[in-house]
T-cell receptor, first 114, second 113 residues
Framework: AQKVTQAQTEISVVEKEDVTLDCVYETRDTTYYLFWYKQPPSGELVFLIR??????QNEISGRYSWNFQKSTSSFNFTITASQVVDSAVYFC???????????FGEGTQLTVNP | KAGVTQTPRYLIKTRGQQVTLSCSPISGHRSVSWYQQTPGQGLQFLFE???????NKGNFPGRFSGRQFSNSRSEMNVSTLELGDSALYLC????????????FGEGSRLTVL
């Protein structure tokens, strides 16, 4: 069975601080996909990134960066110079090769204070 | 390009009633999946439809059902509502290729009284 763990339930930082959200996953599949989503108070899950299991290259998109380490089954997300607008719940998710079934972590509530 | 559209956004029902939620995927996307989000259980997969066929199903009772139309729009139905069905129901669309990205709608927030 697949499992995603986000150990940090809540994180509070001050604006301009860097913050890292942890994600650890379990799967028996050799091919799989990892996702990060942002959920603002409106409820919509906003897609941030998808990474397949064969691509361990780290990725940077503006202030966002992702560190995928297959050896430790982790896919961590870092926000550099956080802003108040980054306040939201962030979810890490795992998808098997076929279909669109996502297994989500519990989510991390990030609060960025001015 | 329009995103995933879910209707209604909010609704209130009473126990024993039934409800139908609608989801219009992104144009060209053939896969629609549904998720239930509650404070206690988090985000849980309900089912997925692809080309009008249910392709995958989560661990929910038979009161939860769905269907997909030829234009890829999908509906989910919950019959004999229980208080525990109060949740945010999210719909996601994907191109249909297994490796695609999933894009979510804003959800339908159901309250059961």
């Amino acid at each position: 069975a697949q499992k995603v763990t986000q150990a940090q339930t809540e994180i509070s930082v001050v604006e301009k601080e860097d913050v890292t959200l942890d994600c650890v996953y379990e799967t028996r599949d050799t091919t799989y996909y990892l996702f990060w989503y942002k959920q603002p108070p409106s409820g919509e899950l906003v897609f941030l990134i998808r990474r397949n299991s064969f691509d361990e290259q780290n990725e940077i998109s503006g202030r966002y960066s992702w560190n995928f380490q297959k050896s430790t089954s982790s896919f961590n997300f870092t926000i550099t110079a956080s802003q108040v607008v980054d306040s939201a719940v962030y979810f890490c998710a795992l998808k098997e090769t076929s279909g669109s079934r996502l297994t989500f972590g519990e989510g991390t509530q990030l609060t960025v204070n001015p | 390009k329009a995103g995933v559209t879910q209707t209604p956004r909010y609704l209130i029902k009473t126990r024993g009633q039934q409800v139908t939620l609608s989801c219009s995927p992104i144009s060209g996307h053939r896969s629609v999946s549904w998720y239930q989000q509650t404070p206690g259980q988090g985000l849980q997969f309900l089912f997925e439809y692809f080309s009008e066929t249910q392709r995958n199903k989560g661990n929910f009772p038979g009161r939860f059902s769905g269907r997909q139309f030829s234009n890829s729009r999908s509906e989910m139905n919950v019959s004999t509502l229980e208080l525990g069905d109060s949740a945010l129901y999210l719909c996601a669309s994907m191109t249909g290729a297994n490796t695609g990205e999933l894009f979510f709608g804003e959800g339908s927030r159901l309250t059961v009284l």
